[in-house]
Nanobody, 118 residues
Framework: QVQLVESGGGLVQPGGSLRLSCAAS???????MGWYRQTPGKERELVAT???????NYADSVKGRFAISRDNAKNTVYLQMNTLKPEDTAVYYC?????????????WGQGTQVTVSS
């Protein structure tokens, strides 16, 4: 099983910034990495994804404010969050899809809380 370790969540004031990190461990080939978020009573929603080649996809609500990037050598994905709004408050989950030898996998991180409040 592929383990994902997240870091970087916390409390920030509206308009502030945070950077999330997520590292995948193991002898793996990670194809797509991404970030999702979830608030109580709602379904988990896509925030942003990035392919191994660097192609990105963002939710409309974060376009222009968030930036996803990755380091393929470290199997690590980052989410730079700027101009944060109270509605960005959620638990953020890292996701990774790829291959372990000839077997595909999909793994989730444990989640990190992001709270935007004055």
């Amino acid at each position: 099983q592929v383990q994902l370790v997240e870091s970087g969540g916390g409390l920030v004031q509206p308009g502030g910034s945070l950077r999330l990190s997520c590292a995948a461990s193991g002898n793996i080939l990670v194809t797509i990495m991404g970030w999702y978020r979830q608030t109580p009573g709602k379904e988990r929603e896509l925030v942003a994804t990035i392919t191994r080649g660097g192609s990105t996809n963002y939710a409309d609500s974060v376009k222009g404010r968030f930036a996803i990037s990755r380091d393929n050598a470290k199997n690590t994905v980052y989410l730079q969050m700027n101009t944060l709004k109270p509605e960005d408050t959620a638990v953020y989950y890292c996701n990774a899809k790829g291959w372990i030898a000839v077997k595909s996998f999909e793994s989730w991180g444990q989640g990190t809380q992001v709270t935007v409040s004055s």
